[in-house]
């Protein structure tokens, strides 16, 4: 659950209409009365209240690692190859001096590991995908279907209704089928992107990479791998 995912909840709607905001209030005329200047009485008012908000906020979760070898081909080999880069980030971390290129790089690795995080998301519902397809079983279905238009000519329209359930089921089993290759291509580019930030992680960590610029395109992809989660759990429900 992202940023945007934990701030649009009943329980932070909650916070931000709660005693907080007397509280807050309260806080910024306390310290305008003893000396403190009323413009910083209320920032530190303000700051009391946004903080306290953020706090109530639902926590993040960390993701529960995804079991590669529980998934089919190819997402099993997605999950493996996120994983590596997993690894090779954290070793790119420790191998780093602790001041604040480390702090700054580890804060940014943190959302990288997230977007590998999305990632593993990304591949158990293509896998659960594919599984969808299997049950439909099409190659039993377009069977079932040459039988049924053999017979067409000959019974009754019952015949013509078992065909179009067929047909419905058939079509269900390509949309299935064509949102589990589109998922496929797109995971594969974003993970060419990961295994590319990946590299350039250790180029900013002897400082020849600007982490600015890298820490833009750590949230771009983290952004795009969200959505891309997002986008295939709606289309595969529309699609079922």
């Known amino acids: 659950m992202g940023l ?19 509280v807050a209030a309260a806080v910024g005329v306390v ?13 530190i008012g303000v700051a009391f209240y946004a903080g306290s908000v953020l706090l109530a ?33 954290q070793a790119t971390v420790r191998g780093i001096a602790d001041g604040p290129l480390k702090e700054r790089l580890g804060d940014i690795v943190a959302r990288l590991e997230q977007a590998v995080d999305e990632s593993g998301a990304v ?14 079983d099409p190659v039993r279905l377009r069977s079932r279907l040459a039988t049924l238009r053999e017979q067409a000519g000959a019974e009754s329209g019952n015949v013509a ?20 290759a589109s998922t496929a291509d797109r995971l594969r580019l974003t993970q060419a992107r990961l295994d590319e930030l ?11 990479k600007d982490s600015a610029t890298y820490a833009h395109d750590v949230d771009s992809l983290v952004v795009e791998l969200e959505a891309m989660r997002q986008a295939v759990a709606e289309v595969e429900q529309a699609s079922s």
């Open 57 to 89: 906020m639902p926590k993040q979760k960390r993701a529960t690692p995804v079991d590669a070898f529980a998934l089919s081909e190819p997402w099993r080999q997605f999950v493996q190859s996120a994983n590596r880069s997993r690894q090779a980030l």
């Open 31 to 43: 310290l305008g009365l003893i000396g403190v200047p009323w413009v910083g009485a209320i920032v």
């Open 4 to 22: 945007r995912d934990r701030f649009f909840t009943p329980k932070t709607a909650k916070a931000l209409l709660s005693w907080r905001i007397p």
């Open 161 to 180: 209704e078992a065909i179009a359930s067929v047909e419905s089921q058939l079509a269900s089993a390509d949309r299935l089928k064509a949102l589990s």
């Open 198 to 208: 990946v590299a350039r992680a250790a180029e900013v960590s002897v400082g020849t």
């Open 123 to 136: 591949a158990t519902r293509g896998d659960a995908i594919d599984d969808a397809v299997n049950r439909i």
